[in-house]
T-cell receptor, first 112, second 116 residues
Framework: QQQVKQSPQSLIVQKGGISIINCAYENTAFDYFPWYQQFPGKGPALLIAIRPDVSEKKEGRFTISFNKSAKQFSLHIMDSQPGDSATYFCAASYPQGGKLIFGQGTELSVKP | GAVVSQHPSWVICKSGTSVKIECRSLDFQATTMFWYRQFPKQSLMLMATSNEGSKATYAQGVEKDKFLINHASLTLSTLTVTSAHPEDSSFYIC????????????FGPGTRLTVT
């Protein structure tokens, strides 16, 4: 059973634009929602993460918006740059350091 | 801080042989380590969770006799793929947590396994 659904599968954005990736989850027991960035042939790297008691978190050009009632969260990349071109994964985990459940991934391409 | 390394970064082996992949936490003690497998253009799939000194917990559908996991110390976990077959060719990634209550996982750079 797919517990974290991510969309879109791929995204093309012009340099300077806003990239938006969405995720929806099913299990209300999840309490940690990270976003990872992965370049080809590399391991994923944590970008930003949020807990359900916060509706928004911003770090530099990256913002997570969290809607607990809708069980959805999204990543916004402001002023997107070609160097942001990568695959992005949302994830969710259970309390107390439980396993991560990953979304399907979004391949982002930022055109110069 | 919180650096995780993997060795080797890539390996080619013949069908029927075994290959060992190491995962090390370089600057922290990892209470829990995780092993993931990732096929091209796909997401990360959890294979197993391991805690130092205890048996690994395998995800549903993962053969524990084929994918042997040893977590001998707080800084080292190994994954051994036994009797490898071409369908085992994949990108294997480990991660580690610093604290049993810490949700953040620190990922290694991955190991590309090709079975010929």
């Amino acid at each position: 059973q797919q517990q974290v659904k991510q969309s879109p599968q791929s995204l093309i954005v012009q340099k300077g634009g806003i990239s938006i990736i969405n995720c929806a989850y099913e299990n209300t027991a999840f309490d940690y929602f990270p976003w990872y960035q992965q370049f080809p042939g590399k391991g994923p790297a944590l970008l930003i993460a949020i807990r359900p008691d916060v509706s928004e978190k911003k770090e530099g050009r990256f913002t997570i918006s969290f809607n607990k009632s809708a069980k959805q969260f999204s990543l916004h990349i402001m002023d997107s740059q070609p160097g942001d071109s990568a695959t992005y994964f949302c994830a969710a985990s259970y309390p107390q350091g439980g396993k991560l459940i990953f979304g399907q991934g979004t391949e982002l391409s930022v055109k110069p | 801080g919180a650096v995780v390394s993997q060795h080797p970064s890539w390996v080619i082996c013949k069908s029927g042989t075994s290959v060992k992949i190491e995962c090390r936490s370089l600057d922290f003690q990892a209470t829990t380590m995780f092993w993931y497998r990732q096929f091209p253009k796909q997401s990360l799939m959890l294979m197993a969770t391991s805690n130092e000194g205890s048996k690994a917990t395998y995800a549903q559908g993962v053969e524990k006799d084929k994918f042997l996991i040893n977590h001998a110390s707080l800084t080292l976990s190994t994954l051994t793929v036994t009797s490898a077959h071409p369908e085992d060719s994949s990108f294997y990634i480990c991660s580690a947590t610093r604290d049993s209550l810490d949700a953040e996982q620190y990922f290694g750079p991955g190991t590309r396994l090709t079975v010929t």
